[in-house]
Each structure stands twice: as structure tokens, then as C-alpha cells.
């Protein structure tokens, strides 16, 4: 290894040679090929020799601090560097929002990135344990809002949801007055999306709120008009009434009503639901002709659907 | 349109018939070229990468075809001090490389050359009160991190060491509406992490916690009319999904309710 292949490292990420002219970059096997022209993968392999030099020095100072800036860039997925810098900024004492900013703008090309949303958390519990006058800007609705910028680019993102769950859970911010209206957007922007379900379930039937579930019933009711083959809503319509002990045939008015819809014939999750009713009500008849229907518009599931009507018949 | 779930369309000229040599060929070569970007960039999976490799390899019948001398020699390079392993060497260790390594050795029936008890000691010293697994010191807590865990201690027959009852109801804390399970309480009913809660609930013996018709046909709904399953409501199948639920039904012993 010599030092211009050092200094092209360094200098080809805007990191300055002369800083870390004094490190001598290790690896654990035999370092990146020689013979390779300096391309991506060994100009990254030199800059982690020199990171980890630093490291096994328990060095914590700024030019370790901007090494691993410049390697999470290329590598944001590398936990180890990771746990590096989140103890550097307590020991650099790093401004926090700063450092949330740039984990955004890392973020929007690396959504389902693991490290990314910890990284936020380990972050946001930092900046909590602060009194409200030593956080900055930072309040836990900008923290929300910037979940929903990161949701705006990819609206089903598992961890952007799951992260939301947890700020609300772990600092008991149901209260928050701005978060029906997120909610309300979301729906608006895909009535389909499942993980908006979730969230109302995890949000509106919370035991503090339960006593307004019938809101929850008409919530979904609505839902299933507008789009009556919508997963979502069914099994949400299902799900709350299960959580209050009950079951569709409250709501059998209301799937009847639907024959009038225009997709009803057509719709599986419709005939679903009238074979569950007629089910349930002991109407064997009508549940075998549900059953019969669904071979037909849940083809992918017709060999269920056939054992169903056999086990219905057979009863 | 507005019956119609997300799906897609395989193409006429697709593939129609398993190719296993070229499989076999693929896997074989894997990391001949250290400099490759996407291998560089993927060192933290290494150990992972090993162990779906040697999988594949054992089910298609060429496990001769890896380096078994190699495959050991890097288990035992990983093994950090406190029982845990690393992904590759110098990267900190984590249960996710530490399953994947049990993985490996009993593939390559080699349990003896890694440190059974230290892998012991590291799986039960990140299990927390409530019952949940952080993946490593660093306290990110996960449903992957559960199955891990108790997936690993299985292996080595050490499953007692840790408290089998206050995983099983984390897990259960997890339970959804739609009968599902996701990565923490709350969240969202998802494949992936409804396999790692199912089998956490198989391997401790737990089953009786999961609604198996209501769970069993949230699963069967993940198919497409294209054959391919997702992993949620309305989004594309994927066919890591097909391993997700299929093994999942497999447990619920409702296998037979997809096509």
C-alpha cells in the first residue's frame, strides 16, 4: 500500500491527505487487491483500513468522525460504523439536529435501510432526555413530519411506519392533535394501503379510545364503498369487530346493501363475507352458494374453496 | 381495475423449468472476486450470504462443491469474544451472523470447532425483561432477533437457558387484529416477520397462541393470480415470500390451502 493510493482515497471523498498522513490503514485479510486499478470497492477498502486503525487506538476525534461520514455514504448499511459514530457525537458532543438532517438526506435513497431508522431512534431518545430548552428545534412533531416526508416516497415503507408506532408508543404522544389529520391524508393518498390500516388499528382502538369503535365500523363501511374489493377494510371491519366481541352478522344490513354496488358480483372479498354471515348463521344453503361463487371470482383459491363446500355439505 | 389486486404478469419467455446447474455454478462462484463492488459493499452479510449458500448447495445436493476447510477456518475467524459472531472479521458480531453461523456448522456438521457455550452466553445476555431479543448490545429490538435467538439455542440444545415463556409472550404481545404478527407490538402484520413469530412460537412450543384459521388464511389471501404470494395486502409479490408463508402454513399445517 502506498501512500498516493492513501491519498487518492481520501482526496477522491473531499477528505484532506494531510489529516491522516500519521495512520497507517489495517485490514483483516491481505488489503485490497494491488494489482486492481483504484476504483470503488478498494478506494472504500483504504479508507476502512484507516478507520479501523483509529479505531483499535480508541481514537474519538474529528477525523475519525468525518471517515465515518464519508464511509456511511458508500456503505450506509455497515452497522458497525454505525456504532462508532453514535458514540462519537456523545463524545464530540454533535449537534443532534444537525446530525437528523443528514441521516434524512442518506435516507432517501436507502428507505429500507435498518441502521437508518435505529439511527433516528437512538437519536430522538437523546434528544428526549434533554430538557425541552437543550433541543433546538427539535420537537416530536417535526420528528413525525419528517417520517411523513420519508413515507411520501415510498407511502408502505415497513419501517417508517413501525418507527412512527414506536415514537407514539414509547413517549405516549396519542394526543397528538395533528396526527388524525396525517392519518386522514395517507387514506386520502390510497385508500389500499394496508399499513394506514394497521395504523388506525394501532391509533383509534388503542383501550383509552376503545368506546368510540363504531367510528372504526363506519371507517372501514366507508372504505368498502368506495373500493368494495379492498382487502384492508374487510379485515379491519373484521378485526374491531372481533376486539368488541362480535362478529359480521352486526354489520349484515350493511353487506347486503352492497348487492346495489356495481363490482359486488365480481367482488371476492364481497362474497366472502356473505359466506362468513351464512356461516355463522347456520344457513348452509346460502353459505354453499357463497362458497360456489367464490370458485369462480377467487380462482387462485379455488381448490379451498371446493374443500368448503364439501365440509359445508358435510355438516 | 377496481377488482383487481397489485400483481404481475410473467412474461411468455420466461424460464420454465428449474435450472439447478446453473444455480449450483452460481453459488460455487460466489466471492472468487473480492474486489466486486456489490461483494465489498455486502460484508456485513458475509456470514449470512454463507449460510444461505451452503443451504442452497446441501438442498440441491452439491454440498462437496464448498470449501468446507475454509467455511470452517472463517466460523472460527468470527467468534468474537463474548460468544457472538461477527459477519466477517473486524465487524462488531450480532445474532443475526451469530444464527447464521449455527446454521453453518450444523450444515457442515462442525459444532465442535465453534464455541457452543459462548453462543449460549451471547443469545441469553440480549434478552431483555419483557422477553424480547436485541440483535446486539446496541438494543434495536425486532421479531427477527426473537426467532434468532430461539431458532439458535434450538440447534445447540440450549433452548432452556434463556426464558422461553416471556418470549413466547413478547411474541404474543405482537398479535395482530388480522391474526398476524409484526416486528414489534403494533406493528404491521407482515410475512416475514409472521414467519419469524410463528416459528418462535413452534420451537417453544407455544402454537396454541396463534388463531390458525384466522392466521392460516391471511396467509392463503398473499397469493396473486399470477401463483406468486406477497407479503401484505395489496403489494407485489415477491418470491421471498414464497419461502415466508409457505413455511408458515407448513407449521400451521395449512399448506394445503394455497395452490
Redesign the interface.
Known sequence: MNNADIEEALESVGLLAAVYRDVEPTFHDDGPNPVCPINYPRRYRVLMGLLRTLVAKSEKSRRVYDLTTKLLLENPAHYTIWHYRQDLLSVLDKDLNDELCWTESLSEDNLKNYQLWHHRMVLTRRLMEKPESERGEWTMQGELDAVERLLQLDEKNYHAWSYRIGLIKEFNQYDLEAEPSFIQRMLDADIRNNSVWNYCFFFYMREARREKWKEEVDRAKDAIQKVINNESPWAYLRGVLRKMNSDLRSVEDFVISLSSNEYAEASAQWWRAKLEIAELKGQADQAVAAADRLCKVDQIRLQYWQKKMIAIEAK | M??S??DVKIPEDAVKELLLDKHVEFIAKYGDD????E???????RMNGIYWGSAAMHLMGSLQSMDRDKIIKFLKECQAENGGFRP?????P?LLNTLSAVQIAVIFDCLAEIDVDGVCNYVTSLQTEEGSFMG?Q?G?IDNRFTFCAVACLALIGRLSSIDVDKAASFVKSCL???GGF?????????AGLIYTCVGTLAITGHLHYVDSDLLGW?L??R???S?GLNG????LPDVCYSWWVLASLKILNRL????
Open positions: 377496481a377488482l389486486r397489485k473480492p474486489d466486486d463492488y461483494y465489498a459493499m455486502s460484508e456485513f452479510l466477517v472479521q473486524e465487524h462488531d450480532h446486539d446496541w434495536e395482530n387484529f388480522d409484526g416486528s414489534r407490538p403494533g406493528a404491521e402484520s407482515h391471511w392463503a389471501e397469493q396473486l393470480d401463483g401484505r395486502p395489496e403489494k394445503h390451502w394455497i395452490d
